[in-house]
């Protein structure tokens, strides 16, 4: 068990540092630099003159880095690996990539993490009940809806609800994650909720059908197990065989893609959050790239990739403990 | 007449054969299936338009219409002059449609198509090898799954510049693969216990044989599933990367179509332009449902247990 553990363990630091390498080259070998991007930028946001707008853009040369790509890398993975992460070239020049990213994640995590414990309780209740009513008129209808709206891109659905509910009907607000003064108020809170609630609706309709559809499958796998059969022979009160018997063994695989799905929240909210310009790791990543901020694209991919790599880790040691069959040492 | 009994099988049987298998037998699973049946019309609409479209409609040039003409097909007495209406540009709305499908789909046939060679190719090796080639293979895996996928692409978009379908294709497939890959391995996996794959080996006959004969024919609607599922994949992501405008403009597409919509024109915003960004998305969304309910049909029609009942 220690063993297996170790090299678990070895495996999830070798991906990080294979992934984290990898990003830095393919990001540095971007065309564009920071100093051109940033100078259009002003351009654009100011209406400098190009002279200007590049003065300004160069006095964040201190920040750009120097050397050879193979000396940049050396010096970024041994910074990298004491957690610092660099700093911000374009996007508030000069900060440092890991509290820009801490002052990013809440707002993701918020959005991201509540839509995926709703669509995934939802998920799980209705796919049960369709795999009980099997076969029926309920469960071919649902899982037909549910085949669809899995497959419908989520930006399309965030175009939809940013016009209808907050255009039209003019029930929520159309950008941002909140509009009165930050504090522990009712206000504030009801506020933050009031623009969290079309960025989590749409990530719920999205993904609630791949819930429902695999709990629908993994339980009806269960039923046919003959545990079950003699479960209801031995004349087991049919509640308990529902929740300890069936609902139990069927959630644990899903239960591995809710871990793995939590990690890859960040990177999976890009275009949710640029539709509602929800200031959430996604947007500032999109805005990084737009800006060819070199540490910052670096620094929100290699946090992506971690949160993912312990996400599956997690589930690997946590799915030992819950399965008993794992649990009693066969392992 | 089976074609395991030992006799010379003349040209016009095999066309013969092919024919039923190929086209009678899926064609009869089709039409008994309603919901398969639908999807593969929708699909054929899509291919049509696809390929035929673009000579029958004139080629979308701006200042040919009234700026933000409303849909005339909805108008009493409906017309078809301008069946959706005209955008920002006074460019005909349909016509960008049937203009910007060809690349949709092309994009989507051939990184679908790649993802799937890529993963098939990948799982069988790894599973069939096992050891030493399994473990490397199965850590490259690992390490791709990790990658987020979307992000990912974001920037090789802004690298590559690819403006090719078989670029773009080919970009998509990058990670995507990854997945596909684990799941026919382990399919491989359990396939290698059965009997006769046993009685195959004992036979002596060749891997290839093995390979392609014996285990492929199982995995086929497996396989030809995950082919659609990846295809709907690369809609997504395609269109998407279009949208966020980190692809180089080309030709149409319904991605540049949904960019222009809502980071130029705003069409979101009020009513009277609405139909100019409902365009493109009833588009993408109408070509991902017909695909979704052709696959129904799919494991009826390679599935060779299931084959057999028709």
Known sequence: MLNWFIKRALLAVLTILVAASLTFFIVRSMPGDPIEALTQQFIYQYRMSYDEAHKLAMSVAPFIPKGTILEQYIDYMSKFLRGNLGVSISYSTGASVAELLASRIPWTVLIVATALVISFGLGIFIGMIMAYKHGGKLDSALALVFSITRSIPEYLVAIFMLSFFAFQLKWFPIRGAYSVEPGFTLEFIADVLRHAALPILTWVIVHLGGWALGMRGSTVSVLGEDYIAYAKARGIASRRIVFTYIGRNAILPLFTSFMISLGFMFGGSIFIEYIFSYPGVGYMLYQAIQNRDWYLMIGTFDVIVIAVVLGTFIADILYGFLDPRIRRGVR | ?310
């Open chain 2, 1 to 310: 007449m089976s074609r395991g009994e030992h006799v010379i099988i003349s040209r016009k049987e095999v066309v013969k054969t092919i024919i039923h298998d190929w086209i009678i037998v899926p064609g009869k699973i089709l039409v008994r299936n309603k919901k398969a049946f639908a999807g593969f019309l929708i699909l054929a609409f899509y291919i049509f338009i696809a390929t035929i479209g673009p000579y029958i409609t004139p080629y979308p040039r701006p200042w040919t219409c009234d700026r933000y003409l409303a849909p005339t097909l909805f108008k009493i007495p409906p017309t078809i002059d301008h069946p959706l209406g005209c955008d920002y540009f006074g460019k005909d709305i349909w016509a960008q449609i049937v203009w910007g499908a060809p690349t949709v789909l092309q994009i989507a046939f051939i990184a679908g198509l790649i993802t799937t060679l890529v993963g098939i190719t990948v799982g069988m090796v790894s599973g069939f090898k096992g050891g030493i080639v399994d473990a490397i293979l199965m850590g490259i895996t690992d390490i791709v799954m990790t990658i987020p996928g979307l992000p990912l692409l974001i920037v090789l978009a802004t690298v590559i510049r690819a403006t090719d379908p078989w670029v773009v294709g080919l970009m998509l497939s990058v990670t995507a693969w990854a997945g596909l890959a684990r799941s026919i391995r382990s399919q491989v996996l359990s396939i290698k216990q059965r009997e006769f794959i046993e009685a195959a080996k004992a036979l002596g006959l060749p891997t290839y044989h093995i390979v392609f004969f014996e285990i492929m024919p199982n995995l086929m609607s497996y396989i030809a599933i995950n082919f659609i599922f990846a295809t709907t994949g690369a809609i997504y992501a395609s269109v998407g990367l279009y949208f966020l405008g980190v692809l180089p403009f080309t030709s149409f597409n319904w991605g540049i179509m949904l960019n222009m919509a809502y980071a130029q024109a705003g069409a979101h915003h009020r009513l009277d332009t609405m139909h100019y960004i409902a365009a493109p998305i009833l588009a993408v969304i109408g070509l991902q449902v017909g695909l979704i309910l052709f696959s129904y049909a799919i494991d009826e029609m390679f599935n060779p247990r299931l084959r057999t009942e028709v």
